[in-house]
């Protein structure tokens, strides 16, 4: 076993690999540009080299750098975690080459993979199943554009370099084409320096299944089950869960055994992933091979208690697998939930911030939370916006989704918007309990997911004036916070000053809505939303409980960034109050949807100045936070100038061009 490792990454990865090596008393070392000199990572590790400044390209993916750092420390190998330069062959190639072990698959093999459409060639020669499509050299645009048109629209263009959801585009008809083609080659250049595109029949209702499997240097290959990663947004994955729902013994063999064919067809060695389609007749696809630890890991680790970085550790200090095929078990089920500083009710665009309040909940047997952040961290531009993985585990899928879901409401987080209260209005939506997964989830069930339905506001506005107002009583009575007998702690209507009829604004559903409360003792009258609701309630610390109509019910009051977010049993609400005097402050401007939605750098200027233009013609792209965003004309009109030319730095919230709408 090595003595020292390097973790080549940062955040929740490079925790989690220093947690795995300090079990096993191998000593670490981890790196860190400027943005993260009191980063989690950094204290965590035994030693820490500096690698340079804050943006990726200067430091992360800076091979050079960071090979030296580990020659520096005498580490005997490196971890490159996910994402960097865990798939870069040419740093694995290097690090060979100066006598440090790089803990993953031999060079050819991460060569292989590396591109979609060569790693497609080398399957189908193992007899491994594929999606229908075009994976050749000729990248002639026209010839692309005829593949697409002799297999049939929806057709899904992927850049072969590509990875994360990174230079993707589904095309539905011959019109869309070439802007998509264009705007997937834009993306795959900046992201992988690259723009060769394959093209692949687009299914319309599979399953995204993939199996972890390991091999050893003598060769032997197993699989460790599989993992549902169907749920997605942007083709990017927000929950996963292992086993699959509803997979048969057979299939999961049947796929298993392929998966190892895949690997052992690139004599693999170490932890791989073989992301396969599953279509709703059960016919499955090879999809492509991440030659690397996943993000999604843990929920393997939790149904077959192994620990997966310790395989990875061991193998590649030329120990055997650690178990046969037979000795592997599967026990109970578990879920991931990805809980991300991003946006869901704005595309899910990612956010920045400081994390001013960080609580997760409490880790057991059941719930554990896979992070790198601490309380006051910084979510930046320069990285992934992701906060933490929190895992949880039961008997049954069942059991663990209700474990996912009380979890996912003892989450606190202040400070900056994030994702939780989505994840849990999605782990608690009917379809989602009964496992009608498909990569289509969150577009087809939106309004189920996103609360949008006029008898959800009905429920949940009550509820939330009922929430604010015991909010309200409790924290802004004299002497609230420091006697807790206090009169003025009293939720009912007898206190001196307060009006029996309260009237109050909610931003609730992305709307504002008058609610008039009207007091009597511990019964509470609500008109909200053209309905009179009675009910009864009492605040005692975050936990709410209320009475409507009969029906008893408990809920958690979480303060958020900007508001409120009531975690009910029937899903989460999320609102604020809206003071009379100040109106709505983040009404969006006139211009608002021509300006930068965050820091980024100006891609690529799409309109012609003084050109004329119709409504949601694209006119600029700009990339941020590592994916492309692309402003629209607002109406038809022109655009009189762009105030940024391409590979400019502009700020969130900049002015990005003059745009004069058409005379009605
Ligand atoms: P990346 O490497 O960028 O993550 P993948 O090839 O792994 O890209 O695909 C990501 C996701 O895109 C898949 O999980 C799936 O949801 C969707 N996807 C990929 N190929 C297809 C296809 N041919 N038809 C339908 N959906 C697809």
């Given at each position: 076993m090595f003595n020292k490792i390097l973790i080549a990454n940062r955040g929740e990865i490079a925790c989690r690999v220093i947690k795995t090596a300090r079990r096993m008393g191998v000593a670490t070392v981890a790196v860190y540009s400027d943005a993260d000199r009191d980063a989690l990572h950094v204290r965590m590790a035994d030693e820490a080299i500096h690698i340079g400044p804050p943006p990726a390209r200067e430091s992360y993916l800076l091979g050079e750098r960071i090979l030296a750092a580990a020659l520096t420390t005498h580490a005997d190998a490196i971890h490159p975690g996910y994402g960097f330069l865990s798939e870069n062959a040419a740093f694995a190639r290097t690090c060979a080459e100066q006598g440090v072990v790089f803990i993953g698959p031999p060079t050819p093999a991460i060569e292989a993979m590396g591109s979609k459409s060569a790693a497609k060639r080398i399957m189908e020669e193992a007899g491994v199943p594929l999606v229908p499509g075009y994976h050749g050299d000729d990248q002639d645009p026209a010839l692309l554009r005829a593949c697409a048109e002799e297999m049939g629209y929806p057709v899904l263009l992927k850049a072969t370099a590509g990875g994360g959801g990174k230079g993707m585009r589904q095309v539905w008809s011959s019109e869309e084409f070439d802007e998509a083609l264009a705007a997937a080659r834009r993306e795959s250049l900046s992201s992988f320096g690259d723009d060769n595109m394959l093209v692949e029949k687009y299914l319309t209702k599979p399953r995204h299944v993939e199996f972890q499997v390991f091999c050893d240097n003598a060769g032997n290959g197993i699989y460790l089950a599989e993992r549902d990663?169907?749920?997605?947004?942007r083709h990017q994955k927000v929950i996963e869960e292992a086993p699959a729902p509803g997979m048969s013994d057979a299939l999961r063999q049947e796929m298993g055994d392929s998966a190892v064919k895949a690997a052992q067809a690139i004599d693999y060695r170490g932890a791989g992933t073989v992301e396969f389609l599953l279509d709703e007749d059960g016919t499955f696809y090879f999809m492509e091979m991440n030659t690397r630890l996943q993000v999604e890991h843990p929920v393997t680790e939790m149904i077959t208690g192994q620990d997966l970085v310790e395989w990875q550790l061991l193998i590649a200090s030329g120990e055997p697998l650690p178990l046969a095929q037979e000795e592997v078990r599967i026990h109970g089920h578990a879920f991931e939930a990805r809980i991300y500083a991003e946006d869901p009710d704005n595309d899910f665009l990612p956010v920045t911030g400081n994390l001013a309040f960080l609580q997760p909940p409490e880790e057991s047997t059941h719930v554990r939370v896979d992070t790198g952040v601490r309380q006051g961290d910084e979510i930046s531009v320069f990285y992934d916006p992701m906060i933490a993985k929190l895992i949880v585990w039961d008997e049954s899928r069942e059991r663990a989704l209700q474990r996912l879901a009380s979890a996912l409401a003892e989450y606190r987080i202040g400070g900056t918007v994030t994702n939780l209260d989505f994840l849990y209005n999605l782990a608690t939506s009917r379809p989602f309990v009964e496992a009608e997964v498909d990569t289509g989830f969150i577009d087809k069930h939106r309004e189920l997911i996103f609360h949008e339905r006029h008898q959800d506001l009905e429920r949940e506005l009550p509820l939330a004036a009922l929430a604010l107002l015991l909010y309200k009583q409790q924290h802004d009575g004299p002497g609230s916070s420091v006697d807790p007998w206090s009169p003025w702690r009293s939720s009912n209507a007898w206190r001196l000053n307060e009006p029996h009829t309260h009237r109050l604004t909610l931003h609730c559903h992305q709307q504002d809505h008058e609610i008039e409360v009207e007091q009597r003792h511990s019964l509470y009258i609500v008109h909200a939303a053209g309905r009179e609701t009675q009910l009864q309630g009492e605040l005692v610390g975050d936990i709410l409980h209320m009475e409507v109509e009969g029906h008893r019910q408990r809920g958690t009051l979480a303060r958020t960034h900007d508001g409120f977010t009531l975690y009910l049993p029937a899903g989460a609400c999320h609102f604020h109050e809206v003071l009379p005097d100040t109106g709505e402050a983040d009404a969006p401007g006139a211009g608002a949807g021509l300006a930068a939605p965050m820091n980024g750098t100006i891609v690529a200027l799409l309109a012609e100045v003084g050109g004329a233009v119709e409504a949601d013609t694209p006119l600029l792209v700009m990339e941020a936070m590592k994916m492309e965003h692309t402003i629209r004309a607002p109406t038809a009109g022109k655009v009189a100038s762009f105030f940024y030319q391409p590979g400019d730095l502009v700020d969130g919230g900049a002015e990005l061009l003059d745009f004069t709408a058409d005379e009605e």
């Open positions: 990663c169907s749920v997605q947004r």
